[in-house]
């Protein structure tokens, strides 16, 4: 029986457990249970659809999972409801960050009033919501899911940050009536819920809340903007990196019983290289040297934070 080389951490949360569950199944159904590439054959679904489902990448959609419960020998309306459970959990939109972080999400109320004039989109990985340079004409609210803000300069794309659940993309370009200043870019599922620029001006002008907390919104990107200017030219390279890392942590970090946080977005050196103002080779001895010092735990696609040691802060002496 085929199996794929990637491990899975179950902890990195419930779509890669579901990935390992079916895994699981697909070991119990035996050495005579159909292979992926039979069951392509059988279902019209192609291979790298149901490999995906298998790695924990993304939710597989319905037929999917129904086509392996089938096939493996499972009870296809369990394993049917546990994905629409998994769906319902990772749409589900925090009122406040998961930790104690400065990212910006929205109250109840405020989410309501823009889901009941919104429209939803859905985003695969690598695809984008909004362009660098084309006109701002929405606002969209991330229900789910991690966006990666970059922008071009010299030939080269250089990651300024990113938005996650609860967080806004194109409230800039549409609050000034300008051109999109950086390109917004899926780097996982997204959900989103979109307003037009039109809509989105109409509701703010008629709604003192949502005024308020669109201007934090604002207020708090130039903040960190101007932090990250301050700490290029305070702070050496790895320790503007460990702060970036731990800003990821407060801001979208998932805790663990055994004490780290899960940064669930899928992070590459590239990515911290950028935003950390550091070459490539730096960031991956950073890397090292933090892994080392029992700062952090890396694995395939994701990072976590652990406990800063006993009697220590984790910064350079």
Do not use: C
């Given at each position: 029986?085929?199996?794929?080389?990637?491990?899975i951490?179950p902890?990195?949360?419930?779509?890669?457990?579901?990935?390992a569950?079916?895994?699981r199944?697909?070991d119990?159904?035996?050495a005579?249970?159909?292979?992926?590439g039979?069951?392509?054959?059988r279902?019209?679904?192609?291979r790298?659809?149901l490999?995906?489902?298998?790695r924990?990448?993304?939710?597989p959609?319905?037929?999917v999972?129904?086509?392996l419960?089938?096939e493996?020998?499972g009870?296809?309306?369990r394993w049917?409801?546990?994905?629409a459970?998994i769906?319902?959990a990772?749409?589900?939109?925090?009122v406040?960050?998961?930790v104690s972080?400065?990212?910006?999400?929205?109250?109840?109320d405020?989410l309501?009033?823009w889901?009941?004039?919104?429209?939803?989109?859905?985003y695969?990985?690598?695809?984008?919501?909004?362009v660098?340079?084309?006109?701002?004409?929405t606002v969209q609210?991330?229900?789910?899911g991690?966006?990666?803000?970059?922008k071009?300069?010299s030939g080269?794309?250089?990651?300024?940050?990113?938005?996650?659940?609860?967080t806004?993309?194109?409230e800039?370009?549409a609050?000034?009536?300008l051109?999109?200043?950086?390109t917004?870019?899926a780097?996982?599922?997204?959900?989103?819920s979109?307003?037009?620029?039109s809509r989105?001006?109409?509701?703010?002008?008629?709604?003192?809340?949502?005024?308020?907390?669109?201007?934090?919104?604002?207020?708090?990107?130039?903040?960190?903007?101007?932090?990250?200017?301050h700490?290029?030219?305070?702070k050496?390279?790895?320790?503007?990196?460990?702060?970036?890392?731990?800003?990821?942590a407060?801001?979208?970090?998932?805790?663990?019983?055994?004490?780290?946080?899960?940064i669930?977005?899928?992070?590459?050196?590239q990515?911290l290289?950028?935003?950390?103002?550091?070459?490539?080779s730096?960031?991956?001895r950073?890397l090292?040297?933090?892994?080392?010092?029992?700062l952090v735990?890396?694995g395939y696609?994701?990072?976590?934070?652990?406990?800063?040691?006993?009697g220590?802060?984790?910064?350079?002496e």
């Amino acid at each position: 029986m085929s199996r794929l080389p990637t491990p899975i951490d179950p902890a990195a949360g419930p779509v890669a457990e579901f990935a390992a569950a079916l895994r699981r199944l697909q070991d119990a159904a035996g050495a005579r249970t159909r292979s992926v590439g039979e069951i392509g054959a059988r279902t019209g679904i192609p291979r790298s659809t149901l490999y995906a489902a298998l790695r924990g990448d993304r939710l597989p959609r319905r037929e999917v999972v129904a086509a392996l419960a089938r096939e493996w020998g499972g009870d296809e309306a369990r394993w049917l409801a546990k994905r629409a459970e998994i769906e319902q959990a990772l749409t589900m939109v925090p009122v406040q960050p998961p930790v104690s972080g400065h990212a910006v999400t929205f109250t109840r109320d405020v989410l309501a009033l823009w889901h009941e004039n919104s429209t939803r989109r859905e985003y695969r990985r690598g695809d984008t919501l909004a362009v660098e340079g084309d006109p701002g004409t929405t606002v969209q609210l991330v229900d789910r899911g991690f966006v990666k803000i970059s922008k071009t300069g010299s030939g080269l794309t250089v990651t300024h940050g990113f938005r996650g659940p609860g967080t806004l993309v194109g409230e800039t370009a549409a609050m000034a009536s300008l051109r999109s200043s950086t390109t917004a870019t899926a780097v996982t599922e997204v959900a989103a819920s979109v307003l037009t620029s039109s809509r989105f001006l109409d509701l703010v002008a008629a709604n003192r809340a949502l005024a308020s907390q669109v201007m934090r919104a604002l207020a708090v990107h130039v903040l960190a903007q101007e932090d990250g200017r301050h700490s290029a030219a305070a702070k050496t390279g790895k320790d503007r990196l460990l702060e970036i890392l731990r800003d990821l942590a407060d801001n979208w970090g998932q805790p663990a019983d055994d004490g780290s946080i899960l940064i669930p977005i899928p992070l590459t050196q590239q990515d911290l290289a950028h935003m950390a103002d550091l070459s490539l080779s730096s960031t991956a001895r950073a890397l090292a040297e933090f892994r080392q010092r029992g700062l952090v735990k890396t694995g395939y696609h994701h990072l976590r934070m652990l406990p800063v040691p006993h009697g220590g802060t984790g910064a350079d002496e």
